[in-house]
């Protein structure tokens, strides 16, 4: 795997083991033992068929309260993750894009960042104002996004492209250390996939100690944005992982040679 | 300033809710009122108490809730005719030209009602009233000299000026309305008249700010204001009391004339701290292309109860109405409204908006009335709540009553909870719980402020919300 220049520390900012969750309240896991491990400045690439629990991870990783971990362990920077509210596990530097962006009536883009930076300063410390307004305008420009964006209600009445947008103007915005993109890709045409891979590697190259855990089901983005390790996760357990070229078999073979060696 | 006066802090004289009162509160009336009271007084005494049998009543057991025996009615100092003469400070007198932007001379004021004044932007006019009584009535100058009148409406009367006789009590909220428009009429000792000439427009509002000064005290104010043809003006009617271990009540009837033409804004902030009652009878009359739209804010008090009835009735007349409450604790709030379009061609559209948290209660009841030969009516009524907690409750009853056949109307009413995929998307971003609540909440609150862009009313109303949401 290729180590970004200048990348001193090579031990894990992400180590995933022995991972087991289920929808909470439901008697079946979902997720059956996940194993992997995230250097600083690596993409990995999750890819897996509908229903193996890819998804399910990256909500897990972020403190979804609709998920029960019921065994395993994550460490992020040597911190237990799963101890964390979802807040903390931000304020941490963890960054989940949403499949679905949710839509927050009344409340502007520009209010809600600011509202997220605040909660980042201690105690009666208050976020300057001026110099938020000028991040903002600052991270837009390096994305080519309208400033007018910033003054719209969060995902009210935004396309499939915008929702997206907005979750990569957030990810500029919060400077994570490992992003988890659930599915970004999906229901996206080829222009819009193109803009959002465009912000992903433009904020890669910004920040090259930036983890990337890419959640798909295509392989289409794989040709945006290069991973360092693919994973193939089926039936809530990673089966195969090796470098880019995974992707590539798999693009021409499918799942379904996969789903044959777990059910057998 | 064209009408000052400041009264010291002299003790407020009570009268039990009884014919004492109502006799004593038109002492020093002219005739034509003193006959209004009295007759205001007969029907309210032959009237029963709203119960919840009835339907309008049905979610507010208004007799239960306000101990009527228990209040005492505010009358102002000395009662009969000049009651406030040689009250007038040399302070206020000296400050004739200076701009109506500072508390001035109110300096003898409670200092919370002192802080929501010094919030407030510039403004055309100022009215001060305190228990019912007002202490202090200023208006621009040089809008004075255009015809402009602000006025204390008991001096109003007095005074014979134009357009009180004729519309008090009588076109708009006559005391045959009801129990309580009945006890107002009777009881009243003071409030606000306002008359905007024709073609004249004020690009500041003017402000009322009221105070209830403690529990056993029934204060009963009316605003009258008249907006002649082509005029425009914006009037913001603020209530504050303290937090108090009784009842105090606010009894207010509010009358709006908006001519030919005529463009008026009126809201109402109702922010009285615990044991305030408001109850309120609001009347909006649009005639012909007049635009007439209001805005009830329902932050404090523990019992709110606001009848609304706007009526359309020239065609091309304009409505909207804009309604936001937030409780907690015990706190209950009750909205009645009504839609009357009497005219064709005319547009009105109401929003109504309602976060509950703790034990509160929102009661939203509102009907849209199509009468017969008002085509082209344009008429919708949307009610939205959001419960924040799983005691907290909303009632929302829309109503439609159509008798033309060519008209759009529809009507609406959501009871939701705090979405969890919100909170959640929220906290994701390092958000922690209290405050991504409170983001939701304001977000959801002020759509309904961000459809009547007057400033300073928003930052005020925002601030407000977002101090009870810190308390909370």
């Known amino acids: 795997m290729n180590q970004p220049e200048g990348q001193m520390d090579d031990s894990p900012i992400l180590s995933i083991s022995g991972l087991t969750a289920r929808v909470a309240g439901e008697p079946i896991d979902i997720l059956k033992g996940v194993d992997l491990a995230v250097r600083p400045g690596e993409t990995h690439a999750i890819m897996g068929p509908n229903g193996s ?35 903390e596990r931000a304020q941490t530097g963890v960054f989940m894009a949403f499949q679905y962006p949710v839509e927050i009536p009344g409340v502007s883009i520009a209010n809600f960042l600011r509202t997220a930076l605040q909660a980042r300063l201690a105690d009666g410390e208050e976020l300057d104002l ?88 295509y392989q289409r983005i794989l040709d945006h944005i290069a991973p360092d390790a693919v994973h193939v996760m089926v039936g809530g357990a990673i089966v195969q992982s090796g470098g880019p070229e995974v992707a590539l078999e798999l693009e021409a073979q499918g799942y379904e040679e996969y789903r044959a060696v777990t059910a057998g | 300033m064209a009408n000052g006066g400041v009264a010291t802090a002299e003790k407020v004289e009570r009268r039990a809710v009884g014919p ?31 119960s919840t049998r009835s339907e309008e009543w049905r979610y507010t057991d208004v007799g239960r809730l306000l101990d ?25 007198l000296a400050s004739e ?78 005391a045959s309305d009801g129990k309580f428009p009945a006890l107002n009429a009777a009881l009243w000792s003071d409030g606000v008249f306002l008359r905007v000439p024709r073609g004249v427009s004020l690009d500041l509002p003017v402000r009322l700010a009221r105070w209830v000064s403690s529990a056993g005290t029934a204060a009963f104010t009316r605003i009258l204001v008249v907006a002649e043809e082509g005029s425009r003006v914006s009037f913001v009617d ?44 609001q009347r909006t009359l649009a005639e012909r292309d007049a635009t007439l739209d209001t805005l009830n804010v329902a932050l404090g008090g523990s019992v709110g109860r606001v009848d609304l009835n706007a009526r359309l009735l020239g065609s091309g007349a304009n409505s909207d109405m804009l309604g936001l ?64 907690s799983e005691r907290a409750v909303a009632t929302s009853l829309p109503n439609l009553e159509i008798e033309a056949d060519d008209v759009r109307c529809s009507h609406g009413a959501t009871v939701g909870q705090l979405d969890a ?45 977002e101090a009870k949401l810190r308390h909370g």
């Open chain 2, 68 to 92: 009527f025996d228990g209040l005492a009615v505010a009358q102002a100092p000395g009662g009969g005719p000049g009651r406030r003469s040689g009250l007038a400070s040399e302070e206020a």
């Open chain 2, 238 to 281: 603020e209530i504050l009391s303290p937090d108090m271990d009784g009842t105090a009540l606010a009894g207010t009837t509010v009358e709006i004339f908006a001519r030919g033409g005529a463009q008026v804004q009126y809201v109402s902030l109702q922010r009285m701290g615990r044991g305030g009652a408001y109850l309120a009878q």
């Open chain 1, 53 to 87: 629990g890819k998804s399910t991870l990256a909500k897990v990783l972020a403190g979804h309260p609709g998920y029960e971990v019921t065994g395993g362990s994550v460490a992020f920077r040597g911190q237990d993750l799963l101890e964390m509210e979802p807040d």
């Open chain 2, 421 to 465: 995929e919100a909170l959640f998307y929220l906290m994701s971003r390092g958000i922690g719980r209290r405050r991504a609540e409170r983001l939701v909440v304001l977000g959801f609150l002020g759509e309904v402020l961000s459809r009547l862009p007057m400033g300073g009313v928003v930052e005020k109303v925002t601030k407000a919300i």
């Open chain 2, 97 to 174: 030209e200076a701009p109506v932007s500072h508390v001035g001379a109110a300096t003898g004021l409670p200092a919370e009602l002192r802080d929501a004044m010094a919030q407030d932007r510039e403004g055309a006019g100022r009215v001060v009233d305190v228990d019912g009584c007002v202490v202090l009535a200023e208006l621009d100058g040089e809008l004075a000299r255009r015809g402009v009148v602000l006025a204390s409406l008991r001096d109003a009367a007095r005074q014979g000026l134009e357009g009180v006789e004729s519309l008090l009590a009588t076109e708009a909220v006559p």
């Open chain 2, 325 to 388: 409450y937030f409780g907690d604790g015990d706190q209950h709030f009750d909205f009645n409204t009504s839609q009357d379009h009497v005219a064709p061609n005319a547009h009105s559209d109401l929003l109504y908006k309602g976060a509950l948290d703790g034990d509160s209660r929102g009661v939203f009841r509102g009907i849209i009335r199509v009468h017969e030969g008002a085509q082209q009516t344009d008429a919708y009524q949307t009610n939205r709540n959001l419960l924040m």
């Open chain 1, 130 to 217: 001026f110099d938020f307004q000028e991040l903002l305008v600052e991270r837009m420009e390096l994305l080519d996004m309208d400033p007018a964006f910033a003054e719209r209600h969060v995902n009210e009445g935004f396309s499939g492209g915008e929702k997206k947008r907005n979750e990569i103007l957030q990810m500029a915005v919060l400077k994570p250390t490992l992003a988890v993109m659930d599915e970004t890709d999906s229901g996206l045409d080829i222009d819009a996939l193109k803009i959002v891979a465009h912000g992903v590697n433009t904020l890669k190259k910004e920040m090259p100690g930036m983890s990337v855990l890419l959640i798909t089901h």
């Open chain 2, 20 to 50: 004492a009162a109502a006799a004593e509160a038109g002492a020093g009336d002219p005739s034509w009122l003193r006959a209004r009271r009295e007759e205001a007084w007969a029907l309210y005494e032959a009237m029963p108490m709203p």
